[in-house]
């Protein structure tokens, strides 16, 4: 297993985190603010052709592994760009298995998105990019099913602290596109991708808090010198790039097993889940892994960060504030990361015991 990027994944690399420099960033976040979106950086981004990477070239899409958005989301993190690409990404993906996928949603110009959670009473919650999305695709009952194209998707956002494109969405007179338990899975499937590219993006998001803390202490003088001299604030920085990279390394990790789990849309090879072997290549598990781990990464970088700042930290002219509020946004999409943590360690076949618990001395 061989986690570094592939030539042409720094290529991508490279490529995306030019377009997100010069598209995105901090002012446009604040520019897309509350909804979350904004349009005109979509509109530019078709033309990269990244809305359909991830589609099967069968289908007219780019055919990108889950390895390869990693790569993208992640650019996409780290200058907080004001777009739903991971959710149409995913969603796409998730189309394309059961034929759904159209011309419109491959080209980008109907954005899709994924209600993580069944619908509770034909409606569809806290939807990630529904307030960004003219169509979402979501499981009712034990049916997957394509919601009723909205022109006006916003109109229905939730505010949230994170400026995310939240909103509820109505499924009366959804499509349905699969039913049973093929559908569950598949739907299944596609959460976990997602869980993947957001730990992507958190990684991104805590990836410039490090820059912009390390960046603001070797600027910031106090008593002479750059506040970065002292070792009060060298404590608080110190250990976060370490903390990022294993969460970098975690979610890559977790894109190589989604990889390795379906190969040209086929089930490919199982998974291992073997605690007392350190043995983990289960993408299930993984993918939870990687949210997890990603999201404390982001909110403990964003926090170092923004108390190194000062009181300039927590003031609405300062970048870091707006990752600060994403990264703990993105984190709590899905629900509390104590009970994805419980459903994580549910996963494993033995339970961890204590020597104190088995009546050890």
């Known amino acids: ?19 997100f420099e010069g598209e995105t960033g901090p002012i446009r976040a604040r520019a897309a603010e509350p909804v979350g979106m904004d349009a005109a ?25 889950l390895a390869d958005l990693t790569v993208v ?35 980008g110009t109907t954005i899709v998105g994924l209600a993580l959670c069944p619908a509770i009473d034909g409606i569809a919650r806290t939807v990630p990019s529904g307030a960004a999305a ?3 695709v979501a499981i009712d009952g034990n049916r997957l099913v394509l919601d009723r194209p909205v022109d006006n998707p916003s109109a229905g956002h ?22 049973g338990p093929d559908a569950l899975a598949k739907h299944a499937r596609a959460v976990d991708e997602w869980r993947t590219l957001t730990a992507a993006t958190l990684v991104g998001i805590a990836r410039s808090a490090v820059d912009l803390g390390v960046a603001y202490v070797m600027e910031r003088k106090q008593f002479g010198r750059p506040i970065g001299s002292f070792q009060a604030v060298q404590h608080q920085l110190a250990d976060l790039p370490g903390l990022v990279d294993g969460a970098g390394l975690l979610t890559s990790k977790a894109a190589w097993a989604g990889d390795r789990a379906t190969v040209d849309g086929l089930a490919g090879e199982p998974g291992v889940l073997d605690v007392d072997s350190n043995d983990v290549t289960d ?23 923004l108390h190194v700042h000062g009181g300039y930290g927590f003031s609405e002219e300062y970048d870091i504030q707006l990752y600060y509020r994403r990264a703990r946004a993105l984190a709590y999409v899905l629900g509390d990361p104590a009970r994805e943590c419980r459903r994580l360690a549910s996963m494993f076949p033995t339970p961890f015991v204590y020597a104190s618990e088995a009546g050890a001395t």
């Not at 297993?1 to 377009?19: G, P, S």
């Not at 950086?41 to 592994?65: D, F, H, K, N, V």
């Not at 939730?158 to 039913?179: F, I, K, M, Q, Y």
Request: proline share 3%.
């Open 1 to 19: 297993m061989d986690l570094n990027l592939t030539k042409d994944q720094e290529t991508i690399r490279e490529v995306f985190a030019a377009f």
């Open 41 to 65: 950086a979509w509109e530019r981004l078709l033309e990269t052709g990244a809305p359909s990477m991830g589609a099967s070239e069968a289908a007219g899409g780019g055919g990108a592994s």
């Open 73 to 107: 989301a992640t650019e996409a993190g780290a200058f907080i760009a004001p777009l739903p690409f991971v959710d149409h990404a995913v969603t796409t993906r998730l189309l394309d298995t059961v034929n759904a996928c159209d011309d419109g949603m491959l080209a």
């Open 134 to 136: 003219h169509r979402v």
């Open 158 to 179: 939730l505010a949230n602290h994170g400026c995310l494109p939240l909103a509820h969405r109505d499924l009366t007179g959804a499509e349905v596109v699969a039913s």
């Open 283 to 305: 993408f299930v598990a993984l993918a939870a892994m990687a949210l997890v781990a990603a999201g404390e990464a982001a909110t403990t970088a964003t926090d170092r960060s």
